[in-house]
Structure formats: structure tokens, C-alpha cells
């Protein structure tokens, strides 16, 4: 497997499992909605049991510090929780479709799985309708 290969789906896998976790813990305390949280969950964990399919190959081919992507941070403010939802989601959508992609190349076809990857970003579509609705229920004071 190509090293370069390996370190973009290792920053997505990591992108991927912090929106997803943020999500969660909307979904689990504010939003208190035990299907989204079961299900984000359920999500970040079928993804952690992928990196461990691949094994060290990821944290080996690792190279945070040489990085070039990682002095572009931008700072952005999110004015309340429902921007905070789309961004994850967002951010969760992006870093799912990458190893989508990647799961094209012949190489990568055994490991990551297209249609499993595509459930998942089309679910994470589900949860962030669900939460916006619920924050917003919440903020109308129907809850």
C-alpha cells in the first residue's frame, strides 16, 4: 500500500471519528436522542474497527509534523449548536466520501468497503436533519 495513500485515509479516518464524536455528544446531552447517539456511535466504532483491519500501516506512515495541510487552520466561530451540527456533519460527509474514493483503487477495494462507506455518509445526512430539528425544538422550548 502507498504510504502517501495511507496517510490520506489515516487523516480522514481521525477527521471522520472527531466529527462524528462531537455529533454524538450533541445527539447523547443536549438533543437527547438515543437513536442518533446509538447510531453515530455505532458509526465511529465500525470506522475504528477499520483501522485496526489495516493494522500499524496508518500511525507508521503517519507524519503530523511534515504535514503541509496543517498550517492552514482556519478560524471559524460557529454563532450556535446548530452551525456546530452542520459543520461536523459536514466535515464527516467530506472525510467519508475521500475514503469512498479511495475505495475505488484496486488496491484498497479488500479494506474499504464503497457501499459500507456510503451507508455511513448517507446516515450521518439522516443524524444531521435529526439534530437540527431537535436543537431547534429545543430552542422553541418545545422540549
Not at 437513536?35 to 500501516?57: E, M, P, Y
Amino acid at each position: 500500500m502507498h504510504p502517501r495513500i495511507l496517510r490520506i485515509i489515516d487523516a480522514n479516518i481521525n477527521r471522520i471519528s472527531e466529527g462524528l464524536r462531537v455529533l454524538e455528544d450533541i445527539a447523547r446531552f443536549i438533543v437527547e436522542d438515543v437513536s442518533a447517539s446509538r447510531q453515530l456511535k455505532t458509526i465511529r466504532h465500525q470506522l475504528n474497527q477499520l483501522v485496526i483491519s489495516i493494522g500499524t500501516d496508518l500511525i507508521e506512515n503517519r507524519d503530523s509534523e511534515g504535514d503541509i495541510g496543517s498550517q492552514f487552520d482556519l478560524v471559524h466561530e460557529h454563532k450556535d449548536l446548530s452551525s456546530v451540527v452542520r459543520a461536523n456533519a459536514k466535515r464527516v460527509q467530506e472525510g467519508i466520501r475521500v475514503l469512498e474514493e479511495i475505495s475505488k483503487l484496486p488496491e484498497f477495494k479488500s479494506i474499504l468497503i464503497t457501499a459500507e462507506l456510503k451507508k455511513f455518509r448517507y446516515a450521518v445526512y439522516s443524524a444531521e436533519k435529526t439534530l437540527v430539528a431537535g436543537l431547534l425544538k429545543i430552542q422553541k422550548g418545545d422540549k
